[in-house]
């Protein structure tokens, strides 16, 4: 319903870079370059300079990335009344991928639908580009502090605790709990998108343990293959031991946890605004707060 380049333009104006948005947006960064350079031309403005620091907004851009960072949201909460408003089509989107697979939804997905037979569902394969997520209606995963977060809502099922996934021959894979004295000896990864007051207190940690992680953007082959060859350690939430089939995480000795839910459109369609009404009574009202799914 609008110019796409301009979501590229407000991730490069975040980022304060076109690699780094370039590798949110899963594309090369000469096809950012080439879409801000196209929007300049047809706004016939210029909308960064570069500097030591990186890419900085000129007035222009300064005036595009308010103006537009409501125009985007005016969009999506259109959209969302369009579904909402529809009668002909009650499909929930579900996205989907490597690092928002599905876990819960699908069998919630089998007790609500024995209510709502007229309900369908429709998975949206997240890594095949960035739009797909403004095709999402739900996104089940943790929550983390990445741009397209920012402009979700979250319902909460539960804390899922972080742990330390090693190669199942790593010396450390027979332990049961890991302790701060086991990570001085080995190489430590941590993903950059963890929410700031987890990641505050978690380096605070490893400064006084003189540990020193090296901070990495997403999980990939190339990064699980590194661990399993040099006995590195991956700092992963315990849900994720289903995509890290060659890894163990083991638990740690800190108490540090991230949410894990439904991500959705506050503005969503009738049908996810039943579905989450679902979720709710099962991990809220029938069984209380405190249940804890199964990973």
């Not at 196209?38 to 570069?50: A, K, P």
């Not at 539960?158 to 049961?176: I, T």
């Not at 086991?182 to 190489?187: C, E, T």
Request: aromatic share 12%; net charge neutral; glycine share 4%.
């Amino acid at each position: 319903m609008y110019n796409k380049k301009l979501d590229t333009f407000l991730l490069v104006s975040e980022c304060k870079s076109f690699s780094k948005a370039a590798q949110a947006l899963y594309i090369t960064p000469s096809a950012v370059i080439q879409q801000i350079n196209h929007l300049e031309q047809e706004l016939q403005v210029t909308l960064f300079t570069r500097t030591k620091h990186g890419l900085a907004l000129t007035d222009a851009g300064r005036y595009l990335k308010n103006e537009g960072e409501i125009y985007v949201k005016e969009g999506k909460r259109i959209r969302q009344e369009l579904l909402s408003v529809s009668t002909k089509v009650n499909t929930i989107c579900v996205g989907t991928s490597l690092n928002y697979k599905i876990r819960l939804l699908y069998d919630l997905w089998i007790l609500f639908s024995n209510k709502k037979e007229d309900y369908n569902i429709r998975l949206v394969n997240l890594a095949t580009g960035p739009n797909h997520f403004t095709q999402a209606d739900l996104i089940e995963g943790i929550r983390a502090d990445v741009p397209w977060q920012k402009d979700w809502a979250f319902l909460k099922i539960c804390e899922m605790p972080l742990g330390c996934a090693v190669s199942k021959d790593h010396p450390l894979a027979s332990k049961k709990v890991l302790r701060y004295d086991d990570l001085q000896k080995y190489p430590v990864f941590v993903m950059k998108h963890m929410p700031k007051e987890n990641e505050n207190a978690l380096f605070h940690n490893f400064k006084m343990h003189q540990i020193h992680p090296t901070i990495t953007d997403m999980v990939e082959e190339s990064l699980i293959w590194e661990c399993c060859c040099h006995q590195c350690i991956l700092l992963a939430p315990a849900c994720w031991q289903d995509i890290l089939f060659d890894m163990v995480i083991l638990p740690f000795e800190w108490n540090c946890t991230l949410s894990y839910g439904f991500f959705y459109h506050e503005n969503a369609s009738v049908p996810v605004k039943e579905f989450l009404k679902y979720i709710h009574e099962v991990y809220h009202e029938k069984n209380g707060p405190e249940i804890v799914p199964f990973f």
